[in-house]
């Protein structure tokens, strides 16, 4: 069974400094791997996607996350927060054909003025 | 497009009450899904389906019933609403082919409530 670990429930950034929110993954087959961010009351959006092409991922929003194999991770940075980016981030992943996900417990990131 | 849309947005319920979720998207995807999110467990997929007249149960699909009868439509039923159902419901559709595959599209989410 597939499986992602998000570590920290809650992460606090001063605005300006680097937001790095962390994802461990557990799969026996190569995965697909997803970031989607959900804003207070709202539904979920994309914000990048892993899908064995580059290592490397750029997202919407000037994210970007790296897939280490060795590591088993997939970590979510963005090297200058924003107030803007305050919300709930989730670490997802998915079965060979998509129509499954299976989703992280998720890190609500908070941006200190 | 209007994307994924889902009614109502609210909906209270009591307990023994049975009702109906509404899906419906405009993009002609294969795959449609149901999520439920509780606080601290992120989302869990409830039932699935990967084309008219197909679905499949997800993670937790005790208490769910669902159909596929058109592309455009997967409806989410509660047959007899329990406290434990109280959640937020999200629903999914994707398109196996094309620029955007591997993408899944969420819907606004409808926040229920049973008492």
């Known amino acids: 069974a597939q499986s992602v670990t998000q570590l920290g429930s809650h992460v606090s950034v001063s605005e300006g400094a680097l937001v790095l929110l962390r994802c461990n993954y557990s799969?026996?087959?190569?995965?697909?791997l997803f970031w989607y961010v959900q804003y207070p009351n709202q539904g979920l959006q994309l914000l990048l996607k892993?899908?064995?092409?580059?290592?490397l991922v750029k997202g919407i929003n000037g994210f970007e996350a790296e897939f280490k194999k060795s590591e088993t991770s997939f970590h979510l940075t963005k090297p200058s927060a924003h107030m803007s980016d305050a919300a709930e981030y989730f670490c997802?992943?998915?079965?060979?054909?998509?129509?499954?996900?299976?989703f992280g417990t998720g890190t609500r990131l908070t941006i200190i003025p | 497009n209007a994307g994924v849309t889902q009614t109502p947005k609210f909906q209270v319920l009591k307990t023994g009450q049975s009702m109906t979720l509404q899906c419906a998207q405009d993009?002609?995807?294969?795959?449609m899904s149901w999520y439920r999110q509780d606080p601290g467990m992120g989302l869990r997929l409830i039932h699935y389906?990967?084309?008219?007249?197909?679905?499949d149960q997800g993670e937790v699909p005790n208490g769910y019933n669902v159909s596929r009868s058109t592309t455009e439509d997967f409806p989410l039923r509660l047959l007899s609403a329990a406290p434990s159902q109280t959640s937020v419901y999200f629903c999914?559709?994707?398109?196996?082919?094309?620029?955007?595959?591997?993408?899944?599209?969420f819907g606004p989410g409808t926040r229920l409530t049973v008492l």
């Open positions: 993009m002609n995807h294969e795959y």
């Open positions: 389906s990967v084309g008219a007249g197909i679905t």
């Open positions: 799969s026996s087959v190569p995965p697909y």
């Open positions: 892993y899908t064995s092409a580059a290592t």
């Open positions: 999914a559709s994707l398109s196996p082919t094309g620029s955007n595959s591997n993408e899944q599209f």
């Open positions: 997802v992943i998915s079965n060979f054909g998509n129509e499954k996900l299976t």
